[in-house]
């Protein structure tokens, strides 16, 4: 089979093909056909050798995935092969550092959840990390609840067309910024009620129109180095915004947060506890099913252009999730 190594952190280029046996599973593993794998910032990150968390070296990037189920251990009870099922990894990797940016992948059942026939293989990639993020940060970080408003700061990215879905679902009024027609009229279709251009000089004026003046409740941050302090003067009393995304550092005016006993809540995926895992992945799953949500699958790249994916991942303006198809 064909797959993704990293035997030294850098550039995009350290990441080569190479061909190796098909794995077997061990007695209480499945062994899953990749058919697309998600690629996300983080992986860059890990990739360079910037992260904290780093893999031994080699290893086989990506956490994200969808396929078939090839083969199962003689332990394993939850699945057969043949069923669809979406990977979710934990960026370091699944077992033994292979990664889901390979032809096949060896799994535990803990990452493995049942993919619904109407979801594409590339859709079920994209759910992973955007789709938990995006869960953990509204509905855990946050305790978003109905009727509330929120802003998704950065709404056509990979984790910000999920949160506009689930705060629709939730009964929240959303509104999304974004940075072209062609994006905002995407988070539109998926479900915001009012949309910004954020490269307007004047745009957080027309989030607080949208408010009638009140300010949101909530606001979900892609970009936490360019807009924190401008995402105070929009925020509601008693309001939450989370950290998803910086770039670098930031200077805020505290007292932006002092005069509405504001929260400002970091996050990431990697601290939710297993009980909150489950809980996220039996939401999403029943969001799949019954059409709530619906993964929007930006760009395909062939697996031996993972460079180039890393590349991608990380410019302005990216509609939806990028995914490599071994």
């Known amino acids: 089979?064909?797959?993704?190594?990293?035997?030294e952190f850098g550039a995009p280029d350290v990441m080569r093909?190479?061909?190796?046996?098909?794995?077997?599973?061990g007695p209480s593993d499945v062994l899953v056909r990749v058919r697309a794998a998600g690629v996300n910032p983080v992986e860059t990150y890990i990739r360079s050798g910037i992260y904290?968390?780093?893999?031994?070296?080699?290893?086989?990037?990506?956490?994200?995935?969808?396929?078939?189920?090839?083969?199962?251990?003689?332990?394993?009870?939850?699945?057969?092969?043949?069923?669809?099922?979406?990977?979710?990894?934990?960026n370091?990797?699944?077992?033994?550092?292979?990664?889901?940016?390979?032809e096949y992948c060896v799994c535990v059942p803990t990452q493995l959840h049942?993919?619904?026939?109407?979801?594409?293989?590339?859709?079920?990639?994209?759910?992973?990390?955007?789709?938990?993020?995006?869960?953990?940060?509204?509905?855990?970080?946050?305790?978003?609840?109905?009727?509330?408003?929120?802003?998704?700061?950065?709404?056509?990215?990979?984790?910000?067309?999920?949160?506009?879905q689930m705060a629709h679902a939730h009964g929240m009024k959303v509104i999304g910024s974004g940075?072209?027609?062609?994006?905002?009229?995407?988070?539109?279709?998926?479900?915001?009620?009012?949309?910004?251009?954020?490269?307007?000089?004047?745009?957080?004026?027309?989030?607080?129109k949208a408010t009638d003046g009140k300010g949101v409740d909530v606001i979900l941050e892609m970009s936490a180095n360019t807009n924190l302090d401008k995402d105070l003067s929009v925020l509601a009393r008693h309001g939450r915004i989370v950290v998803i995304g910086s770039r670098g550092r930031?200077?805020?005016?505290?007292?932006?947060?002092?005069?509405?006993?504001?929260?400002?809540l970091g996050m990431t995926l990697f601290n939710a506890a297993p009980a909150e895992l489950v809980s996220i992945h039996a939401a999403l799953v029943?969001?799949?099913?019954?059409?709530?949500?619906?993964?929007i699958v930006g760009r395909e790249f062939p697996l031996d252009q993972a460079a180039r994916a890393h590349e991608a991942v990380l410019e302005a303006g990216a509609h939806g999730k990028i995914v490599l198809v071994p």
């Not at 370091?92 to 292979?98: F, I, M, Q, R």
């Not at 007292?255 to 006993?261: I, K, L, S, V």
């Not at 029943?286 to 993964?295: D, E, Q, R, V, W």
């Open 179 to 208: 940075g072209t027609d062609a994006g905002l009229k995407m988070v539109r279709e998926n479900g915001a009620d009012v949309v910004v251009n954020h490269r307007n000089q004047n745009y957080m004026d027309d989030v607080l």
């Open 286 to 295: 029943a969001g799949l099913a019954n059409g709530t949500l619906n993964p």
């Open 52 to 90: 904290a968390r780093k893999p031994a070296l080699p290893y086989v990037p990506g956490s994200d995935g969808a396929g078939e189920v090839e083969a199962v251990g003689a332990d394993v009870k939850q699945f057969t092969p043949g069923d669809r099922v979406y990977i979710v990894g934990d």
């Open 114 to 164: 049942p993919l619904a026939p109407r979801v594409t293989f590339a859709q079920g990639a994209a759910l992973g990390v955007p789709y938990a993020t995006a869960y953990r940060a509204l509905f855990i970080r946050a305790n978003a609840r109905p009727a509330e408003t929120v802003l998704v700061h950065g709404a056509t990215g990979g984790v910000g067309i999920p949160a506009v």
């Open 250 to 264: 930031v200077e805020i005016d505290p007292r932006g947060a002092m005069a509405r006993d504001a929260a400002i």
């Open 92 to 102: 370091v990797s699944t077992v033994a550092g292979a990664g889901t940016y390979a």
């Open 17 to 25: 093909v190479e061909e190796v046996p098909t794995p077997k599973p």
């Open 1 to 7: 089979m064909r797959r993704i190594v990293v035997r």
